[in-house]
């Protein structure tokens, strides 16, 4: 947390404190076991905007009065860290990216051709697969008749037994 | 383009007695052929001390005065002249110029924060708390009252506390 953003939370700080003290509660929690001062919390964060912006203080100064109204804050600063933004953020995962099935009859040119046993997948690396053999859903269990292993790390898909002409075949993520 | 003047004046933290002032005035008169800067204290006294205005050339923008030994509610008054020394324009506006106490009470935080439980301290903290009252006021007394002598009689109050401060913190 930068400096700057620290003195905001305090100043943001300071209402909360008061609102939670008011309701002596938390969070719509419990009863605040020891109601900390909002005074005091502007106070620090008056100090700290007048160090940081006089720009006449060190370094070592600063944080250390940083680091303070930091623990001061305590519950109210990550609420205020949350309102201004300056609580970190997650990257959403983008839809789009999931790869398209793949539908193809087995011949001597197809997907996987007449006789295969491996594939490497690139594209469906870290999904999840189903695989559709003449319209019945595929197992990795090696001890039926017929089954496929998949790492969807490496991407390498094996199928037993080998592919046959004429087959229909689908691989869904 | 008409002359509309305009300064903004800033007080260093490092060295609380220098006080930049910038002229940000916009447009252009081509009879004004010089400056100048009066500043005052509540009481009509001078800033710096002994003299009545700072020449300010005009060819030197942003300018450093050297005009506080304290704590200062300040009127500071910029006049843009012409060949004969006669007013063409001229602004004025107030200021609270606290750089020393904002300095000192941000020692006393930071004293605190080094050692949380001082705070336990009725003495300190009560002190404290009026240090920060007086400075809070006497920027307040300029920002929203206009007061010049309100603002003055907060900043001596933590002025003496500065100077006494074995007495109080």
Same mark, same amino acid.
């Given at each position: 947390?930068?400096?700057?953003?620290?003195?905001?939370?305090?100043?943001?700080?300071?209402?909360?404190?008061?609102?939670?003290?008011?309701?002596?509660?938390?969070?719509?929690?419990?009863?605040?076991?020891?109601?900390?001062?909002?005074?005091?919390?502007?106070?620090?964060?008056?100090?700290?905007?007048?160090?940081?912006?006089? @720009?006449?203080?060190?370094?070592?100064? &600063?944080? !250390?009065?940083?680091? +303070?109204?930091? *623990?001061?804050?305590?519950?109210?600063? #990550?609420?205020?860290?949350?309102?201004?933004?300056?609580?970190?953020?997650?990257?959403?995962?983008?839809?789009?990216?999931?790869?398209?099935?793949?539908?193809?009859?087995?011949?001597?040119?197809?997907?996987?051709?007449?006789?295969?046993?491996?594939?490497?997948?690139?594209?469906?690396?870290?999904?999840?697969?189903?695989?559709?053999? @003449?319209?019945?859903?595929?197992?990795? &269990?090696? !001890?039926?008749?017929? +089954?496929?292993? *998949?790492?969807?790390?490496?991407?390498? #898909?094996?199928?037993?037994?080998?592919?046959?002409?004429?087959?229909?075949?689908?691989?869904?993520? | 383009?008409?002359?509309?003047?305009?300064?903004?004046?800033?007080?260093?933290?490092?060295?609380?007695?220098?006080?930049?002032?910038?002229?940000?005035?916009?447009?252009?008169?081509?009879?004004?052929?010089?400056?100048?800067?009066?500043?005052?204290?509540?009481?009509?006294?001078?800033?710096?001390?002994?003299?009545?205005?700072?020449?300010?050339?005009?060819?030197?923008?942003?300018?450093?005065?050297?005009?506080?030994?304290?704590?200062?509610?300040?009127?500071?008054?910029?006049?843009?002249?012409?060949?004969?020394?006669?007013?063409?324009?001229?602004?004025?506006?107030?200021?609270?110029?606290?750089?020393?106490?904002?300095?000192?009470?941000?020692?006393?935080?930071?004293?605190?924060?080094?050692?949380?439980?001082?705070?336990?301290?009725?003495?300190?903290?009560?002190?404290?708390?009026?240090?920060?009252?007086?400075?809070?006021?006497?920027?307040?007394?300029?920002?929203?009252?206009?007061?010049?002598?309100?603002?003055?009689?907060?900043?001596?109050?933590?002025?003496?506390?500065?100077?006494?401060?074995?007495?109080?913190?």
């Amino acid at each position: 947390m930068t400096t700057a953003q620290a003195i905001t939370n305090g100043f943001i700080s300071t209402h909360l404190c008061v609102l939670y003290n008011k309701k002596q509660s938390i969070f719509n929690g419990g009863a605040l076991a020891a109601p900390k001062s909002p005074v005091h919390i502007q106070m620090v964060s008056d100090a700290l905007n007048w160090g940081y912006t006089g @720009g006449a203080q060190t370094d070592a100064d &600063i944080d !250390t009065v940083k680091n +303070y109204l930091i *623990w001061l804050t305590g519950i109210f600063g #990550l609420e205020a860290s949350a309102s201004t933004g300056s609580g970190g953020s997650v990257i959403p995962i983008n839809p789009s990216l999931t790869p398209s099935r793949i539908d193809f009859i087995v011949d001597g040119s197809s997907f996987i051709p007449n006789g295969g046993t491996s594939k490497v997948i690139s594209q469906m690396i870290g999904y999840e697969i189903s695989f559709v053999r @003449g319209g019945l859903v595929q197992s990795t &269990i090696s !001890t039926e008749p017929t +089954y496929i292993s *998949w790492n969807k790390v490496t991407g390498l #898909l094996t199928i037993t037994p080998a592919l046959v002409t004429g087959e229909l075949i689908s691989i869904i993520p | 383009m008409s002359f509309t003047p305009l300064f903004t004046v800033a007080q260093s933290a490092a060295t609380p007695n220098s006080v930049t002032i910038t002229d940000t005035s916009t447009g252009s008169d081509a009879a004004i052929v010089s400056r100048r800067i009066k500043a005052r204290d509540c009481f009509g006294n001078y800033l710096p001390s002994g003299s009545q205005y700072t020449s300010w050339p005009l060819a030197t923008n942003p300018i450093a005065v050297d005009m506080l030994t304290k704590d200062t509610a300040a009127s500071i008054t910029v006049e843009w002249l012409d060949s004969g020394n006669n007013v063409l324009y001229s602004l004025e506006n107030t200021f609270c110029l606290c750089e020393y106490g904002k300095q000192f009470y941000f020692y006393l935080i930071q004293q605190l924060a080094q050692r949380p439980a001082t705070l336990q301290d009725s003495f300190f903290s009560a002190n404290l708390s009026l240090f920060w009252t007086y400075l809070i006021g006497a920027i307040n007394a300029i920002s929203t009252g206009q007061s010049l002598s309100g603002s003055q009689n907060l900043l001596d109050l933590e002025t003496e506390m500065q100077n006494n401060q074995t007495m109080y913190f």
